[in-house]
């Protein structure tokens, strides 16, 4: 099992940028593939992002292809989340989240965070 826990969410101006950090805890966190997925109000939570345990592989969602980059740091237990050029559309509850299978990581990953607010004024 592995507990995540996110920071880096605040405010941004649009066109502004913010870098999102996930914590996990144990020994394991290499193993495991990594997401990001948000949550506007009012809406159903969407994927955003993911790479794999090696980080050799990485999805985007079209929506963000181009403007957010996902990364990790296996030594750190860390995987982080870019967010360039943002626009209002990307306020959102942002959730880290892990998975052990790569085919799992953008519909049903096994544990989830408690989440981050980012919030884009125009």
């Known amino acids: 099992q592995v ?3 996110e920071s880096g969410g605040g405010s941004a101006q649009a066109g502004g940028s913010r870098r999102l950090s996930c914590v996990a805890s144990g020994r394991t966190f290499s193993t495991y593939h990594m997401s990001w997925f948000r949550q506007a109000p009012g ?3 969407n994927f955003v992002a993911a790479i794999s345990w090696s980080g050799g592989n990485t999805r985007y969602a079209d929506s963000v292809q181009g403007r957010f980059t996902i990364s990790r740091d ?3 237990n860390t995987v982080y989340l870019q967010m360039n050029n943002l626009g209002p559309e990307d306020t ?3 959730y880290c989240a892990a998975s052990t299978e ?3 990581v953008k519909t049903r990953p ?3 965070g408690q989440g ?3 919030t884009v004024s125009s």
């Open 3 to 5: 507990q995540l826990v």
């Open 43 to 45: 809406k159903e939570r």
């Open 74 to 76: 296996n030594a750190k």
């Open 92 to 94: 959102a509850v942002y």
């Open 102 to 104: 790569w085919i799992l």
């Open 110 to 112: 096994a544990y989830w």
């Open 116 to 118: 981050t607010q980012v």
